[in-house]
């Protein structure tokens, strides 16, 4: 052979495989599940997973737009979807929540099922401020946020808020502290209660009750029901300052503080490239129940991420078509779903994450039999 | 004659439902709250903690919250409503009564969680902005005035609760004070008096046990509102001092944590709470039916 033809031969060769390889991830390993007739998959949970998930319904009956599927999600709080899933019989079909289920919670079910985790989603708890006099974004260490919450920092203009020459304009906001926190069962009060313990070293650091869903021992501000009415208060009322997932946060057009990460080198604020950065850092447990993912180390890592859950049965409790159904739906949002999720303030799974989701739901079974073969 | 005794038994029998339910709930408040009583005692009545991670509960911070935004609503419903039926039974022209009675009926037939998102959309801001932070900022230094002036609080909670309860006292006590017989009305008419001292003589203390009846009913409504309360009263376990402090009452303590109670020592204390309402309520109604049988049914009003 000619040195030209060689080089020829070796360059098609090269083309061939690079577009074999291109190709491929495209490919999926499995046709999706496609959903019975008339099925109704009820969920209930906590409000943290809400937008995205009441998104989702919308997207997936247009997908699937003959097979009359009725998908519900009542958000009452985190600890009802999970007392729904320990119930005998089971009240719901699935719950969700921003945290997985505690080794507690697991120990209470009283049906006699396993409860699979799958991640949906990667979300941010942020802190939405309204304050009319601060101009530009605040950023805040994690002492601040502690001493806010705490009650030590009872107005913006403390001095403590403004250190190494941070958030300028605050010297001349004379304006109260009024904290904004959620009185009833919350996932999101479990993710940043985990955060005050472990990221602040006054107040918090020692509570033994923390991190929990409900925490009835805030020593300053206001309980609201709900992420939306916490979203609410804190845009009515100059001064507050509130935790909640950045969807509502974005609805209701509060700024959102800009939070020193874990290795207290930089100040993060919450999108889907500093979220997915810091779920990066996150070790993943066979059973995929991944804890909110704190204080992540590195530069663009948003100190206050989690994973958005369902949590369903593995021995599904109704119908194979039933079960058909809601796996249809979830294999529907792991994959074309997961395209919406940054535009509405979340952040799409990493592949490894998604994969594992996805192998989750072809563990269902229905008296036995596996629901779904691919 | 069978027909006859078929019917009695019948409605003998509904009766006796409603005593039965009403004994199944008392026992079950009992028995739920059992471990409570035992563990705690009385103390549970006095102590101000509410910590499940250390076991200790307590419901001095809930009653007082109650207690407090039941009286404070009453105390603006029941002249606001009492004079309002009167308005609208004695002064008012056809023309403008009938109006207004649709009105109050309407407010009436809002449901509460369309009055609590009114509450925090529109009242608390409203109050925080307008009363409450003037008030504050001027008059700190008044006894039950504090410090915050969230709009989240007592105050808004009390108005709300008052907003609610009015149209039961002005639809009662109207329908008493219309059903008054004329005669001794018209004859102090005649004799000269003025129609406020027909009303201020005559009508008002013919209407009283009716009138009464209507503050009671108003008042257990007050007493167990959850919904509307839990979105504006600021959910702080803690017995509020100044008017504009956040409180928590005892029906929205149960509804915000029972979703998340372990079953145990946490569940029997909601439980215990919810039999501490109930006694509350209870015991209002009994000792306005002791004050009506006191005074005894005045002349020509409805027993």
Known sequence: MSFGRSVRVGATLAVALAAVVAVAPIVNAETPPLPAQSQTIRGQGGDTPGPIFNYWFGKYKNAYSSSNTTLTYTMNGAGAGVKAMQANPPQTDYAGAPTPMTDADLAGVTNGRTILHVPSALGAIVLGIKLSCASGSITLTAENVGDLFSGAITNWNDARLRTSGRNPSLASCNVHVTTVHRSDSSGATYVFTEYLKQETTSYW?????????????????????????????????????????????KSAGLKKAKIQNGDHTAFVAATAATVTAAA???????????????????????????????????????????????????????????????????AKLPSSVKTLAINQLKKITYNGTQIWTP | ????????????????????????????????????????????????????????????????????????????????????????????????????????????????????????????????QNVEAPIVNNFGWLPFVGSSATGSDLFTA?????????????????????????????????LGGTRWEAVRMVVLPAARTGIFGACILALGRALGETIAVTMVIGNTGKVPTGLFDPAQTIASQIASNWSEASIGLETDSLVALGLVLAVLTVSTVVAARLIMHGRGPAVGAPA
């Open chain 1, 280 to 346: 990066k850092t996150a070790s993943v447990p066979s059973d995929l129940r991944i804890q909110p993912i704190i204080g992540a180390p590195g530069a663009n890592s948003y100190p206050l991420s989690t994973y958005m859950y369902w949590y369903v049965f593995q021995q599904e409790p109704t119908s194979a078509a039933h079960g058909k159904t809601l796996i249809s739906y979830i294999y529907w949002a792991l994959t074309t779903g997961q395209q919406y999720a940054s535009a509405l303030g979340y």
């Open chain 1, 205 to 249: 650091a020692n509570k033994s009750s923390l991190p929990t869903r409900q925490y009835n021992s805030w020593p300053v501000g206001i309980g609201e029901p709900h992420s939306s009415a916490v979203a609410l208060k804190v845009k009515q009322t100059n001064g507050a300052i509130g935790f909640l997932e950045t969807s509502y946060a």
């Open chain 2, 1 to 128: 004659m069978g027909g006859d005794r078929i019917f009695t038994w019948l409605t003998a029998a509904m009766g006796l439902v409603v005593i039965a339910v009403l004994g199944a709930i008392a026992i079950e408040l009992l028995v739920g709250s059992g471990p409570v009583w035992s563990r705690f005692g009385f103390g549970f009545l006095t102590s101000t903690q509410w910590d499940p991670v250390k076991g200790l509960y307590g419901a001095l911070p809930y009653v007082a919250g109650t207690v407090t935004s039941s009286v404070l609503a009453m105390a603006i419903a029941v002249p606001v409503g009492i004079a309002t039926a009167v308005f609208i039974a004695e002064f008012a022209p056809r023309r403008i009564a009938a109006p207004i009675t649709i009105a109050v009926e309407l407010v009436a037939a809002i449901p509460s969680v369309i009055i609590g998102l009114w509450g925090l959309l529109v009242l608390s801001q409203l109050l925080s």
């Open chain 2, 158 to 190: 009390s108005l709300l609760l008052a907003l609610m309860i009015t149209p039961t006292i002005v639809a009662l006590s109207r329908e008493v004070v219309s059903s008054i017989p004329r005669m001794q009305h018209d004859g102090l008419l005649g």
